[in-house]
C-alpha cells in the first residue's frame, strides 16, 4: 500500500465548476498536510496547507482534512484553464519535515 | 536570493560518469531537501538537511549517491558512476519551518 494516495486523472471538470481532489494516506501519527501544484515541466509550488481537521480556505482554494478518516481534499472553485496542471498531495509525518508525495493528479480545466 | 536555486539546470553526461548538482537555499532557510522525480513519477525523498547535518538519508538509492551542505547555506548532490536509470529531475527545497520551497530543478539525461 502506497503511503500517499491519489487519483492520476486526469480529471476534467468545465470552466466555472469546482475541482474536486482526493488525497488519502496512511501514517495515522502524520500532522502536517500540504497541496502542491506543479506545471508541466516546471517544480511544485505550494499552494495550501493545512494542520487541523476541518476546512481551511485561502481565496478560491479549500482543504479539508479528515484525521479519523485519513483523508484530505483539496475544492477549486470557479476553476480557470490556468488552474490545469498535475496536483500532488505531500504529507508530513515522522518529524524532519520530510515530506512523503502522492503521484499526483492531473487537472484539466475545459473552455 | 529570492528563491531556491539549481545548477545546472540541465545536464547529459555519459554512463559512468560522475555528476555535481548544485542547490543554492533561501537565504536562511536552516533545512534543505533533495528530492527526484522521474518522468510522470511523483517526488522520491533522497535525503534532507538541518543545518549541515544530514539527519535522514533513508532515500539515498545506491552508495553512489552522496550530499553535503556546507556554511548551512549550499548543498552538493554528487552521483558516481551514473546509470541511464538516475535520469530525472533533481529537485532542492529549503523550508524553515513545515513548508518546503522548491527550486527549479536539474533535469539530468544519462546516455
Known amino acids: 500500500q502506497k503511503e500517499v494516495e491519489q487519483n492520476s486523472g486526469p480529471l476534467s471538470v468545465p470552466e466555472g465548476a469546482i475541482a474536486s481532489l482526493n488525497c488519502t494516506y496512511s501514517?495515522?501519527?502524520?500532522?502536517?498536510f500540504f497541496w502542491y501544484r506543479q506545471y508541466s515541466g516546471k517544480s511544485p509550488e505550494l499552494i495550501m496547507f493545512?494542520?487541523?481537521?476541518g476546512d481551511k480556505e485561502d481565496g478560491r482554494f479549500t482543504a479539508q482534512l479528515n484525521k479519523a478518516s485519513q483523508y484530505v481534499s483539496l475544492l477549486i472553485r470557479d476553476s480557470q484553464p490556468s488552474d490545469s496542471a498535475t496536483y500532488l498531495c505531500a504529507v508530513e509525518a515522522g518529524g524532519g519535515n520530510k515530506l512523503t508525495f502522492g503521484t499526483g493528479t492531473q487537472l484539466k480545466v475545459e473552455l | 536570493g529570492a528563491g531556491v536555486s539549481q545548477s545546472p539546470s540541465n545536464k547529459v553526461t555519459e554512463k559512468g560518469k560522475d555528476v555535481e548538482l548544485r542547490c543554492d537555499p533561501i537565504?536562511?532557510?536552516?533545512?534543505l531537501y533533495w528530492y527526484r522525480q522521474s518522468l510522470g513519477q511523483g517526488l522520491e525523498f533522497l535525503i534532507y538537511?538541518?543545518?549541515?547535518?544530514?539527519?535522514?538519508k533513508s532515500g539515498l538509492p545506491s552508495d553512489r549517491f552522496s550530499a553535503e551542505r556546507t556554511g548551512g547555506s549550499v548543498s552538493t548532490l554528487t552521483i558516481q558512476r551514473t546509470q541511464q536509470e538516475d535520469s530525472a529531475v533533481y529537485l532542492c527545497a529549503s523550508s524553515i519551518r513545515e513548508t518546503q520551497y522548491f527550486g527549479p530543478g536539474t533535469r539530468l539525461l544519462v546516455l
Open positions: 501514517d495515522r501519527g502524520s500532522q502536517s
Open positions: 538537511f538541518q543545518g549541515n547535518s544530514a539527519p535522514d
Open positions: 493545512i494542520y487541523s481537521n
Open positions: 537565504s536562511g532557510h536552516t533545512a
